[in-house]
Each structure stands twice: as C-alpha cells, then as structure tokens.
C-alpha cells in the first residue's frame, strides 16, 4: 500500500471497540487526520469487530490503533513482531502455510519463518536478483547486467546461477544415500527372485512323479502351470505382509531423507507390492512351465 512507503502520509486502522467508543461508528471518520501522540495521522480504515488481537498474539492485550511498520524505526536487538494477513478466497490454511515456509539451512530441515521487506524500506547490506525466465542462464545473463548497468554504472559482474542447481547442490548428499538405498534395494529383490526361483525350483523336481500321476490321471498343463503360480505366490504374500509390517515399524527412521513424501505413503507401498507380486509370477513361471512339460510316462517310469 501506499502508506507503506518511506517518506508516504502517517495512516493508521483503527480498533472496531476503539471506534465504536471514540467516534461512535462514524463512518465518516475514514480519511480525516487524528493525533497520534502529537503526529496527525489519517484514518484509512476500521477492522472488523470479530478481529480480536489480543487473542491470538497476546491473550488479555488491548490495542486500539495500528500503525505501519514504516512509521517506526525497526532494529534487530530483540524486537518482537506479530505478522498477520487475510486468506484469500479459495485459499486453505495449510496451503498458505506451505507456500509460505522456507527452508534456508536445510531442505529437510523444519521450516522457519521469514519476513520479506521491500528494499524501499530497509536498507540491506547485500542483495540477490532472482528472475523467472525460460532462457539458459548464459543467455539471459548479458542482457540482465546491461539493465543492471543502466541503473548502476558501478555494477560488479556477478556469477548467475540456476535455482535448479542450488537446489541439486543442497540435496546432493540425500539423493547419493537414496541412490544407494536403491542400489542395495534392487539387489536385495534380485537375490530374492532367485531365492523363489530356487525354492520353487527345487518343488517341482521333487514333485515330478506327483506332477505326472496329476497328468496321468487328466490333469491339464495350465492346471499344473496355476498350481506352480500359485503357491509361488503364496509364498511370497506371507513374505511381503512379514515385510509389510517390518516396514511401518522403522519407515519413520528415514523421514529425516524424504521431502514432499511421508514415510508411509501408501503409492509408494502399492507400488512396491504390485513389483514384488510382479517378480514372484515371473519367479514361479519358468518352474511352472517346466512342470507342465512334465510326460507323465517318463515321470513315473523314472520314479
């Protein structure tokens, strides 16, 4: 707003109670100049009357005139100061928030809170040009400086860099250990194909004279080839529900490595067991295509 601004007209927002008691309601009061500790200040609006300050920053406090933060000479020796604003239409809460944390440590660290001030305001010792743009960085950084150098013929060169690449910079320690994880995860399901496969394997070749009195007897080769299936994965249902739990218990030890995911999302638990399932049919196909090949003559002239 305009009163925000140095050097602007002093304008305050008057306490519903506060009007009501000292002006009686008059709407009229709106733009006219009231002294403010000897300072004429104008009047550029009233807060509702469900507005209760001392609620929600300081339980039992009674302020009746507001005043911007211009006004008043803020340093940084242990000032206190409450922020509020207005949703807009269609904005929650929770997405309010979200868009406003900022994480500056670390990215998986807790959000803290920040207060933007424009330069006009405060004057800061050093300052970062951030620009959206759909251009590389080396072409868009020529034309930037040329406009920096208008405004300040002294403009130092400076190093422009891709907020990608900060970003990629900040998380690439978590993304190795991820990786890691990822490696050692994919060999652990492959060692456990082959332990299924060997399992299942070794069924079969003791079942071979059952599996030929079956076919002897009638039994299809898809009727053989579903028996195999499915007590492949039956064996890896009770294994995935073992694994299912031990991963509830400890997910929430690495929650401390995920961002913009919870330890317990349940895409990333669906997906896990569809691929499982996936790799147990696959484990148990062969055996069960070799079983169904089975001649029943052989298997039991053998046996």
Request: hydrophobic fraction near 50%.
């Amino acid at each position: 707003a305009d009163e925000c601004l140095p050097n602007s007209r002093p304008a305050v927002l008057l306490n519903y109670a506060f009007w009501k008691r000292q002006f009686g309601g008059n709407r009229g009061i709106i733009g006219q100049a009231i002294d403010l500790n000897g300072t004429p200040v104008t009047v550029v609006g009233v807060l509702t009357d469900t507005f209760d300050f001392g609620s929600i920053f300081s339980p039992g406090a009674k302020v009746d005139i507001f005043t911007p933060f211009i006004m008043y000479n803020f340093q940084d020796d242990g000032n206190v100061l409450a922020l509020m604003g207005r949703l807009r239409s269609g904005v929650t809460l929770a997405a309010a928030q979200a868009e406003a944390d900022v994480r500056e440590s670390s990215i998986e660290g807790d959000p803290g809170w920040q207060m933007y001030l424009p330069a006009t305001q405060w004057g800061p010792d050093g300052a970062q040009l951030v620009v959206r743009t759909k251009l590389p960085p080396d072409v868009l950084s020529s034309s930037v400086m040329a406009t920096l150098r208008q405004i300040n013929p002294g403009q130092p060169a400076t190093e422009f860099r891709p907020i990608q690449g900060l970003v990629d910079h900040a998380v690439s320690p978590q993304r190795f250990f991820v990786m890691l994880v990822d490696i050692f995860a994919a060999l652990g399901l492959f060692l456990a194909s082959l332990g299924i496969y060997g399992v299942i394997s070794y069924s079969v070749t003791q079942r071979t004279q059952e599996i030929g009195i079956r076919m002897a007897l009638g039994a299809s080769r898809s009727r053989v080839q579903l028996g195999v299936i499915w007590k492949t994965l039956r064996l890896a249902l009770v294994g995935m529900i073992v694994g299912l739990v031990a991963s509830l218990i400890v997910a929430r030890l690495i929650a401390t490595l995920l961002f913009g995911t919870a330890p317990t999302d349940p895409a990333a638990f669906a997906g896990t067991i569809l691929i499982l399932s996936a790799v147990a049919f696959l484990a148990g196909y062969l055996p069960a295509r070799r079983a169904s090949r089975i001649n029943p003559m052989i298997a039991l002239r053998n046996n």
